[in-house]
């Protein structure tokens, strides 16, 4: 609630610097945006995410300027862009491949906004040298492109659209074209960039992980509309859908019956985990009888040894929130294990356990028949 | 340590070293034969008789042949500067845009290329005595504009060809990049794509010049009395006899050209490190 009301309050202090009102973007009779209305504040790391196709780029290019919506309008610090061309935009774009000018230097490359605005020599020079400092290429500035690795080149291309002091930086995938542990590094450098700067950055990613660790606020895209927006423990914990559950993380799936809705107590049966029920210690979405999808985090799952009764779940009724199947796989990721657990209805459960120790106290192995719990509130309860 | 030769070390091989030998004869003693013939000190073209400069010197005194050289050199100039504009328009156009008929186009593009050349020149000669007539008697480097009308056609669709293939390789990204960092069409054309097409520019403009500096046939049936080449002139002087002069002009000629493939070769190789 707290929170809440901080954020409205945010919200009428300042003016959003981004406004897309209800915007629809076709291609042909295909639509790729379907009705968006987004508000972005100026200081935000805003990540579009959503899975390939979903029309995240078009987004990003509408604001750019290289399309124009077919219907609705975009707003760049209260000003309609309307038909204004991309040169004539307060934003600039780090592209996918970063398009550095191959037959430039980086100097050049990174002064190339500049001289175009035909600012006076000297200023570029000194700017120049600001922005290369920034993203920690001073030494290279004489290089060509091909001579810089992925992460260079990026930071080049960062350089050279942050020189131009956009009111919003916009980043098509920045990171999908660097390997593993260079995107995490880069992760981490862009977040502290956006600190340092203080512009609005906007993010496009396909990659989840990429938006929960660094975005402050996330949109979620389905099929051109947005599914859900908010931050990345709203969407990780509150999932307002099961495309969103499902998309963000990891996540088992059951569908059920709400059979008791009271107002600190919800029942539901989910026919896989017959005999047993869910119990959730809240009310439920939805009123009796309602057909309900139940979500459960993999690691908000506890496993236990066989035993002939279940285990007690803290705070719930007995046989609430148990499941008994046999251990059909384990993978080993290292900082955890995922055990899948199959139920003796067929389906298969997702139990994530982290490796505290090096030696595991309490062994569980393929073929075992094991319990599962869960607390009363790890479950989220989703209508569609 | 075998001596022998590796799988894919064909030139180790005798047969492959003698086919390789009897090529490069074949190719060669033609030209070098003419090159060195050009300088026997001898009217007649059979017997090596000494060394001369003379045939040379005879040769720059020569006003109709200089005159016909100063025709090559400046139809070649401007054939090149009007294909390379033209080239380069067609094959961005045919690149970025589509258009009903696009195919078709692009077809006819490279007509020129594949039509007989006697065709072109009979074509052109009709084209320019009866639909379009040229005036002979026009002020110097006007009079060459029906030859150079008819070398640019040829010309033109081989810079579309080579800059179009070099378009294919073109990242969009990087225009639109030069876009959202404020330059308008123009100058992100400038500044990206032009830069981009550089090689293909420069191999385009060789091929230009050289093929219309070489070119007889068309030139043959565009030329008139006032405006003969330099392969015009070299054929009506072979047809009295072949001297030592017609060697060294054909020398010259071979000179020129090799000497403008050394240049694009140089210049691709430094846009290519670029
Ligand atoms: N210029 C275009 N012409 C026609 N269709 C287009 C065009 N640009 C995008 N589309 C279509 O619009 C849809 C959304 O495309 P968009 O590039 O925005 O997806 P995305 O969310 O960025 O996906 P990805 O993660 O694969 O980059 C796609 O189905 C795509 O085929
Ligand atoms: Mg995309």
Redesign the pocket.
């Known amino acids: 609630m707290d929170q809440l009301a901080q954020r409205t309050q945010d919200a009428a202090a300042h003016k959003p610097i981004i406004s897309f009102r209800n915007i629809v973007?076709r291609?042909?009779s295909?639509t790729?945006?379907d009705n968006v209305s987004l508000d972005i504040m100026p200081g935000e790391f805003f990540a579009?995410l959503?899975?390939?196709?979903?029309?995240?780029?078009?987004?990003?290019?509408m604001l750019a300027g290289f399309?124009v919506p077919t219907e609705g309008s975009v707003l760049i610090d209260g000003q309609d862009m309307g038909e204004t061309p991309p040169n004539k935009r307060p934003v600039n774009m780090v592209f996918?491949s970063y398009a550095v000018f191959p037959h430039m230097n980086v100097a050049d490359n990174v002064a190339y906004g500049l001289k175009i605005d035909g600012l006076p020599k000297d200023e570029i020079k000194a700017r120049v040298q600001e922005a290369l400092d920034l993203v920690q290429l001073g030494p290279l500035a004489a290089r060509k492109p091909d001579q810089l690795s992925g992460g260079q080149r990026q930071r080049v291309a960062l350089a050279r659209a942050l020189i131009k002091r956009p009111k919003v930086l916009l980043l098509?995938?920045p990171l999908s074209a660097l390997d593993a542990k260079l995107r995490e590094a880069m992760r981490f450098e862009l977040s502290q960039l956006q600190q340092k700067v203080g512009i609005t950055f906007i993010m496009?990613t396909?990659d989840q992980d990429e938006a929960l660790a660094i975005a402050s606020r996330i949109a979620v895209?389905h099929k051109?509309a947005i599914a859900q927006l908010g931050t990345p423990s709203d969407l990780y914990e509150f999932p307002a859908s099961r495309f969103v559950a499902d998309f963000i993380g990891s996540v088992n799936m059951f569908e059920g019956t709400l059979i008791k809705d009271g107002a600190d107590e919800a029942v539901i049966a989910c026919p896989d985990l017959a005999p047993y029920s869910v119990h959730l210690p809240h009310s439920a979405p939805g009123s009796a009888g309602a057909s309900v999808w139940v979500a459960i985090r993999p690691e908000k799952l506890n496993l236990h040894k066989n035993a002939s009764e279940p285990p007690a779940v803290p705070d719930c009724p007995p046989a609430h929130n148990v499941a008994r199947g046999e251990i059909k796989e384990i993978s080993y990721l290292g900082d955890s294990s995922i055990f899948h657990v199959q139920l003796s209805s067929g389906q298969l459960l997702r139990v994530s356990r982290p490796n505290r120790s090096r030696y595991e106290q309490e062994h569980f192995g393929w073929g075992d028949t094991v319990w599962v719990s869960w607390a009363g509130s790890s479950p989220v309860v989703l209508l569609s | 340590m075998s001596d022998r030769p590796a799988p894919l070390e064909y030139n180790r091989l005798w047969p492959m070293r003698l086919w390789l030998a009897g090529v490069f004869f074949f190719l060669y003693s033609p030209l070098i034969t003419l090159i060195a013939f050009s300088f026997n000190d001898s009217k007649r073209n059979i017997v090596w008789r000494g060394f001369t400069l003379d045939y040379y010197r005879k040769l720059f005194n020569n006003d109709e042949l200089m005159l016909a050289f100063a025709n090559s050199l400046t139809i070649a100039l401007v054939t090149t500067i009007l294909s390379l504009v033209l080239g380069a328009l067609a094959a961005i156009m045919l690149w970025r845009f589509r258009f009903p008929l696009k195919g078709v186009i692009e077809g006819t593009l490279s007509l020129p290329i594949v039509v007989p050349e006697i065709c072109m020149g009979v074509a052109m000669l009709l084209f320019f005595s009866r639909v379009v007539p040229w005036p002979h008697d026009l002020p110097w480097p006007l009079s060459l504009g029906a030859i150079i009308i008819a070398h640019v056609s040829f010309c033109f669709p081989f810079v579309a060809m080579v800059v179009r293939a070099r378009l294919a390789s073109f990242n969009k990204e990087q225009e639109e990049a030069a876009r959202d960092l404020g330059a308008s069409d123009w100058q992100a054309f400038r500044d990206v794509l032009v830069p981009h097409m550089k090689p293909a520019l420069i191999a385009g403009a060789l091929l230009s010049f050289t093929l219309s500096l070489d070119d007889f046939v068309i030139t043959f049936f565009t030329s008139g009395p006032n405006t003969v080449t330099f392969p015009v002139k070299v054929y009506s002087m072979v047809r009295f006899s072949v001297t030592p002069e017609v060697n060294a002009a054909s020398t010259m000629l071979i000179v020129l050209t090799v000497a403008l493939m050394a240049l694009m070769m140089l210049g691709q190789r430094k846009s290519n490190s670029s």
Do not use: I, N, W, Y
Request: with cysteine.
């Open positions: 973007k291609f042909g295909m790729a945006v579009l959503g899975p390939s196709g979903c029309g995240k780029t078009t987004l990003l290019r399309e996918q098509d995938e496009v396909h895209m051109g």
